[in-house]
């Protein structure tokens, strides 16, 4: 190659023919440059692109289990369990984990999904709020439901009951436990429960049989919630006779002044009297009837004893097995149970009051033996449609029962 300028060809090996071959080597160097990255780049996009895909795969398919898992999840919670025909009582043990407090409700028939229960409580920590005791759990309830009630939780589902003026306590406890409130074991049980009694007001009686809280559980409508504390029931019936009983004794300072200083009863004997007011009366009137002819006999010096069946009723609901004449009970009174010596409830056997209520009475029967009638009445006999014929000595009440039982002969 010639210089431009003079025309004549460098020498070899000159300074300027080393730049020029220099030169030619670094174009050629960043030829080859250009064309390897211009090989590389379709790879490299094509390999970006396919890490995106994978990567948009897997997170759809995750997404898509997770929705899976929460529509599955939410479907479990909210499916019905077995049917069972009534609600199931249980003890419930302290310190179960998921895994056995899903083998225990699969154990009372309240799930046939022992290890989807599992899961379910394990992934809602529902077994760190269970409440240990006594709980009483409906057939076919959802897993969400058994843990609200297990757990007592605000929002459990109410049902409204009325507790009848008259019914005892064992009455009172199967209700509850057909409405699904609580268990009738557990609530009988709470019912006698002397320490919680004593919290409450509730006066100690002389004999152990006799010391609950019969009597004290005002009959009335009420809203409880399923599965309730049956102490939490008990202490709400009290409450509300304790209530009650303010209103009448504020009503009736005379008549509650003049039981105590003339009979020395207390409220437990006010109590205990209304009761059988409440089981004798029929019709309204004669509340106050009934209470005076009480009365008057236990105005007598316990010479003349009450006499009334439905104490002697009452003895085979809170004694059968100290009883012989309870032996195929069929809720009626007899002669037999009447003079039983062991029924320490008779007031055929016992001298003036009953040891304690035989039923639950209502304001006005509590209130008849407040403001009974002025009467000189000692006997009352039924002759039919809820009412008695009064009489004033024990001939002219022979006389009445012959007419009575005349009459019924015709």
Same mark, same amino acid.
């Given at each position: 190659m010639s210089d431009r300028k003079t025309g004549k060809r460098p020498k070899r090996g000159g300074p300027r023919t080393r730049k020029? &071959?220099?030169?030619?080597?670094?174009?050629?160097? *960043?030829?080859?440059?250009?064309?390897? &990255?211009? &090989? &590389?780049?379709?790879?490299?996009?094509?390999?970006?692109?396919?890490?995106?895909a994978a990567l948009l795969v897997v997170f759809g398919g995750l997404l898509g289990f997770a929705i899976a898992v929460v529509v599955v999840y939410r479907r479990f919670a909210d499916e019905p369990g077995p049917l069972t025909s009534r609600p199931v009582a249980v003890s419930w043990p302290e310190g179960l984990d998921a895994a056995e407090a899903a083998g225990l409700l699969a154990d009372l028939e309240l799930t046939d999904a022992p290890a989807a229960m599992a899961v379910y409580?394990?992934?809602?920590?529902?077994?760190?709020? =269970?409440?240990?005791?006594? !709980? #009483?759990?409906? +057939? +076919?309830? /959802?897993?969400?439901?058994?843990?609200? #009630?297990?757990?007592?939780?605000?929002?459990?589902?109410?049902?409204? #009951?009325?507790?009848?003026?008259? =019914? !005892?306590? =064992?009455?009172?406890a199967e209700r509850l436990d057909t409405q699904g409130v609580c268990a009738r074991g557990a609530f009988l049980h709470a019912s006698a *429960?002397?320490?919680?009694?004593?919290?409450?007001?509730?006066?100690?009686?002389? #004999?152990?049989?006799?010391?609950t809280a019969e009597g004290y559980l005002f009959p009335a409508t009420y809203r409880f919630a399923l599965d309730s504390d049956p102490a939490a029931v008990v202490s709400r019936l009290v409450?509300?006779? *304790?209530?009650?009983? %303010?209103?009448l004794v504020g009503t009736h300072p005379a008549g509650w002044e003049r039981l105590q200083a003339e009979l020395e009863l207390g409220r437990r004997q006010v109590l205990t009297l209304a009761s059988m007011v409440e089981k004798e009366a029929v019709v309204a009137p004669e509340r106050p009837i009934i209470a005076s002819v009480f009365i008057n006999r236990l105005k007598d010096g316990g010479l003349e004893r009450l006499q009334s069946d439905p104490t002697a009723i009452y003895g085979c609901h809170a004694m059968p097995e100290q009883i012989s004449a309870c032996q195929g009970f069929d +809720? %009626?009174? /007899?002669?037999?149970? *009447?003079?039983?010596?062991?029924n320490l409830f008779s007031t055929y056997v016992v001298d003036g009051l009953p040891p304690g209520p035989?039923?639950?009475?209502?304001?006005? /029967?509590?209130?008849?033996?407040?403001?009974?009638?002025?009467?000189?009445y000692l006997y009352f006999v039924a002759k039919g449609q809820g009412q008695h014929e009064f009489s004033e000595d024990y001939a002219a009440h022979k006389a009445a029962v012959k007419r009575l039982r005349e009459r019924q002969a015709r």
């Open positions: 020029l &071959r220099q030169r030619r080597v670094t174009q050629r160097r *960043n030829v080859r440059k250009r064309v390897h &990255r211009a &090989r &590389r780049r379709p790879a490299r996009a094509g390999r970006t692109r396919w890490w995106r409580l394990r992934a809602t920590a529902a077994p760190d709020c =269970f409440q240990p005791g006594p !709980h #009483l759990l409906p +057939g +076919g309830a /959802s897993p969400r439901t058994l843990v609200a #009630l297990l757990c007592r939780q605000d929002g459990r589902t109410t049902v409204k #009951l009325t507790i009848p003026e008259g =019914f !005892h306590r =064992f009455a009172i *429960n002397r320490e919680l009694l004593y919290a409450l007001g509730v006066e100690p009686a002389e #004999l152990p049989v006799a010391d409450k509300e006779t *304790n209530q009650r009983w %303010k209103g +809720g %009626k009174a /007899s002669p037999a149970l *009447n003079r039983d010596p062991d035989i039923a639950n009475p209502g304001a006005a /029967s509590i209130e008849a033996v407040l403001a009974p009638a002025d009467t000189e």
